[in-house]
C-alpha cells in the first residue's frame, strides 16, 4: 500500500520553528520527487518545495525562499520541510506528494503528482 505520512505540524508562535516530515512507503523512494504543499483555508494550494531524490535540485517558492529548508533522507524514506521564521501567514495544511522522476528537477505543480498524504495542520500564532 502507498503511503506518504506527514507529522511534525502544531501551533508556533511567529518567529519559531518547525520540521515537518513526510515519511513514505509503498513505493520505490529513489524514483520519486517529493514535493511540499500547503492550503490555507479559503486559498488555493500552493506547491512551496520539491526535492529531486534522485539528482537532488531543489526548488522554493518565494514566499518560503530563505526561511525553509527540504532534505532527504533516502535510508528512511523520508523527506523533511524545516522551517524557520514562522509567520502568521504561514498557517495551513502542509502536505507532501511524489511524482514520478522525469530525469531533471522536479515539480511543485499539482496536477503532477501521484501520491498524496493527508497533510499536517500548522498554526503561527502572531
Known amino acids: 500500500e502507498v503511503q506518504l505520512v506527514e507529522s511534525g505540524g502544531g501551533l508556533v508562535q511567529a518567529g519559531g520553528s518547525l520540521r515537518l516530515s513526510c515519511v513514505a512507503s509503498?513505493?520505490?523512494?529513489?524514483?520519486?520527487?517529493i514535493a511540499w504543499f500547503r492550503q490555507a483555508p479559503g486559498k488555493e494550494r500552493e506547491g512551496i518545495s520539491c526535492?529531486?531524490?534522485?539528482?537532488?535540485?531543489?526548488y522554493y517558492t518565494d514566499s518560503v525562499k530563505g526561511r525553509t529548508t527540504i532534505s532527504s533522507d533516502s535510508a528512511k524514506n523520508t523527506v523533511y520541510l524545516q522551517m524557520n521564521s514562522l509567520k502568521p501567514e504561514d498557517t495551513a495544511v502542509y502536505s507532501c506528494?511524489?511524482?514520478?522522476?522525469?530525469?531533471?528537477?522536479?515539480?511543485?505543480?499539482?496536477?503532477?503528482?501521484?501520491?498524496w498524504g493527508r497533510g499536517t495542520q500548522v498554526t503561527v500564532s502572531s
Open positions: 506528494a511524489a511524482e514520478p522522476y522525469g530525469g531533471y528537477g522536479c515539480s511543485r505543480h499539482p496536477g503532477s503528482q501521484h501520491y
Open positions: 509503498g513505493f520505490n523512494f529513489d524514483r520519486y520527487n
Open positions: 526535492i529531486s531524490t534522485n539528482d537532488g535540485i531543489i
